[in-house]
């Protein structure tokens, strides 16, 4: 954290005199950041936010119309997730689920044997048309994950991707899982820049990538590897962090707008997941999981200046 404060610091002295009024000298600034910054994604990521919210409120449009002409896709699609939880904590989103009749869901994965229950409970729940995908985070050998996807199997149970089913260095432990079983691996943690990207592309590693804001280092980096990925015949998940705000969301949002539509779109859980959020309305998504391309200029957030405040601990000003 005190590294990413400081990175911050450096990316504001960066600008501090830089005339951007123009969209030509501002995305040239922007370039300009990616390449001085790029091994400090986070930060980047959250000035570049900052940016963009601050010059498409100065020319009245939302961000993602900066960056092509016409939204890439008609609305937003989210899915549910459902954490390593209790029995009855789990029970309690699959019926959120249900209710919002949103029929995408990602499971995290332990054991081979819970992660069966889970899968159950997802199916006795929803239905067999739920779209099931777990997330090991690298927890399984490759002979556990192709072990645990053939139970499945036997017991007439289906995912329809596997996300990091092994440790992020075993990239063909991940190609063995995918070329063994027929289940699409999504690589997560195994993927995290244009180099990661390269090599999966070039070793045919896997199917689909997952895409995070915040992981990838901001929105142009994150349109730069969604074309790379669908040009290389890759699918690609927009994920999202644990906890995070209707910023970071409202983010996801114009990616999806710029370079949708997302085979899965994760994000939006503010209103599950934080007593308090940044912004003084949170976003939210509807029946189905549905949510309206933004049109507001900005992020189309209002951030909440007063809860930034009460809850801040370094404030840095910066002056030329």
Not at 138 to 143: D, I, K, L, R
Not at 214 to 228: A, P, Q, R, T, Y
């Amino acid at each position: 954290m005190e590294e990413s404060l400081l990175v911050l610091k450096r990316l504001g002295e960066f600008i501090i005199e830089k005339d951007i009024g123009k969209k030509e000298v501002f995305f040239e600034l922007l370039y300009g950041l990616r390449h001085k910054f790029a091994s400090s994604p986070s930060a980047l990521c959250s000035f570049e936010i900052a940016l963009f919210d601050l010059f498409s409120k100065a020319n009245e449009v939302p961000i993602w119309k900066l960056l092509v002409d016409h939204p890439k896709c008609k609305e937003i699609s989210y899915s549910s997730i459902l954490p390593l939880l209790s029995k009855e904590a789990r029970t309690s989103i699959l019926e959120l689920t249900k209710r919002y009749k949103i029929l995408q869901i990602k499971a995290k994965a332990s054991g081979i044997s819970e992660t069966i229950d889970v899968i159950s409970e997802i199916e006795n729940t929803l239905g067999n048309n739920a779209e099931i995908r777990i997330d090991a985070n690298g927890a399984f050998s490759p002979e556990e994950a192709i072990s645990l996807i053939n139970e499945l199997k036997t017991r007439g149970l289906s995912i329809l991707f596997f996300e990091q089913p092994c440790d992020k260095k075993d990239l063909y432990g991940l190609k063995k899982v995918e070329e063994e079983t027929g289940v699409f691996v999504i690589a997560d943690e195994s993927f995290c820049n244009k180099g990661d990207l390269e090599n999966i592309i070039e070793k045919g590693i896997c199917k689909g990538i997952n895409v995070r804001l915040s992981k990838c280092g901001g929105l142009l980096n994150s349109m730069e590897l969604v074309k790379m990925a669908n040009e290389a015949g890759l699918f690609c998940q927009l994920g999202c962090h644990v906890g995070e705000t209707s910023i970071l969301a409202s983010a996801g949002r114009h990616l999806a707008a710029a370079c949708g539509p997302f085979t899965v779109t994760e994000g939006c859980y503010s209103q599950f997941l934080l007593k308090n959020d940044l912004v003084k309305e949170r976003l939210a998504f509807g029946k189905y999981g549905k949510a309206a391309v933004p049109l507001e200029p900005g992020l189309g957030v209002q951030v909440d200046k007063d809860l930034i405040e009460k809850n801040c601990q370094n404030v840095w000003e910066i002056s030329p």
